[in-house]
């Protein structure tokens, strides 16, 4: 059974790092495109990051790009999102997916996905 479980999240200060955890258990990660997420209140799901089927490329939302990180540890079967210069804006819960079939890097978040793991909060506040 695919199961996902995200950690990490809390409340910081802006300016903060975090660091988000996505354990795989189930399956080998390294097998699926990874993508997060993140919904904040009253707004619709968006993407932050992902890594692509095949080469593995990454990709980040233009919001988070040069502050966020995405990367894997294939030995602990876990993907990261290394969050740096965290702003109010970036308060949400944040979540991880997986997908096994298609080429593209999973930024859409209607885009059907293998599964999805429970969310994180993130709180940046003063």
């Known amino acids: 059974q695919l199961q996902l479980a995200e950690s990490g999240g809390g409340l910081v200060q802006p300016g903060a790092s975090l660091r988000l955890s996505c354990a795989a258990s189930g399956f080998t990660l390294d097998d699926y495109a990874i993508g997060w997420f993140r919904q904040a209140p009253g707004k619709e799901r968006e993407g932050v990051a992902c890594?692509?089927?095949?080469?593995?490329?990454?990709n980040y939302a233009d919001s988070v790009k040069g502050r966020f990180t995405i990367s894997m540890d294939n030995a602990k079967n876990t993907v990261y999102l290394q969050m740096n210069s965290l702003k109010s804006e970036d308060t949400a819960v944040y979540s991880c997916?997986?997908?096994?079939?298609?080429?593209?890097?999973?930024?859409?978040?209607?885009?059907?996905?293998?599964?999805w793991g429970q969310g994180t909060l993130v709180t940046v506040s003063s």
């Open positions: 997916a997986v997908r096994s079939f298609g080429f593209t890097c999973p930024m859409n978040p209607r885009t059907p996905m293998n599964k």
């Open positions: 890594i692509s089927n095949g080469d593995r490329s990454t």
